[in-house]
């Protein structure tokens, strides 16, 4: 049983397009991450989101956490083929069990010029 | 200011052989995670360390998996008598207080059983 889905598993767009990614769960979340991975390396953290309703910007990238903090979106204005990658969602429970993270199963993003 | 560090990079074994990974968390650091990532499974949790603690094996096979992280040198994941169902990039990732402030990850070690 995956506790975080991701959604759209792939998406292949156009450069310039925009793009929504999600991140869903029934459980709730202290806190939940974005994390972008290129092929060959590690993760890099996008962004912490903590409190429900909160939205963050990061340039292009609007980070949003639901109200009731079982949920996230990634949302992409105008993409470009710098941004292709596997973008993972991670939570930490409310019961922090030690400090992991629980990852969703990523969203492979393809941006074609 | 290196960040995490992981190696070897690659690491080729044969069936039955024993596979040492080893990472340097970030400096200051005294967090480390260790998790596997298999094609299409996303990253799995395997353990959380402090200096000389394991917090939280939940994630970790039974059997012929370790972890430690002496109060001196890297943090070591150890599988013996390894299978080819071990292959995979194990990743390591440090924090400077649990996971709410994000974790920072390593270039990962891609193992590979022949």
């Known amino acids: 049983t995956q506790l975080l889905e991701q959604s759209p598993q792939f998406l292949s767009i156009q450069e310039g397009e925009n793009l929504t990614v999600y991140c869903n769960s029934s459980?709730?979340?202290?806190?939940l991450q974005w994390y972008r991975q290129e092929p060959g390396e590690g993760p890099v953290l996008l962004v912490t989101?903590?409190?429900?309703?909160e939205v963050k910007k990061l340039k292009r990238l609007t980070f949003q956490f639901g109200d009731a903090r079982k949920d996230s979106s990634l949302h992409i204005t105008a993409a470009q083929p710098g941004d292709t990658g596997l973008y993972l969602c991670?939570?930490?429970?409310?019961?922090?069990?030690?400090?992991?993270?629980?990852f969703g199963q990523g969203t492979e993003l393809s941006v074609k010029p | 200011n290196a960040g995490v560090m992981q190696n070897p990079r690659h690491l080729v074994r044969r069936r039955g052989q024993e596979a040492r990974l080893r990472c340097s968390p970030m400096?200051?650091?005294?967090?480390v995670y260790w998790y596997r990532q298999l094609p299409e499974e996303g990253l799995k949790f395997m353990v959380y360390l402090q200096k000389e603690n394991i917090i939280d094996e939940s994630g970790m096979p039974k059997e012929r998996f370790s972890a430690e992280f002496p109060k001196e040198g890297p943090s070591i994941l150890r599988i013996q008598q390894v299978v080819r169902g071990d292959s995979a990039a194990y990743f390591c990732?440090?924090?400077?207080?649990?996971?709410?402030?994000?974790?920072?990850f390593g270039s990962g070690t891609r193992l590979t059983v022949v």
């Open positions: 990732a440090s924090s400077l207080q649990g996971s709410q402030g994000g974790y920072t």
């Open positions: 991670a939570g930490s429970m409310i019961y922090n069990q030690g400090g992991k993270l629980i």
């Open positions: 459980s709730v979340f202290s806190s």
């Open positions: 989101v903590v409190t429900g309703g």
């Open positions: 400096k200051g650091h005294s967090h």
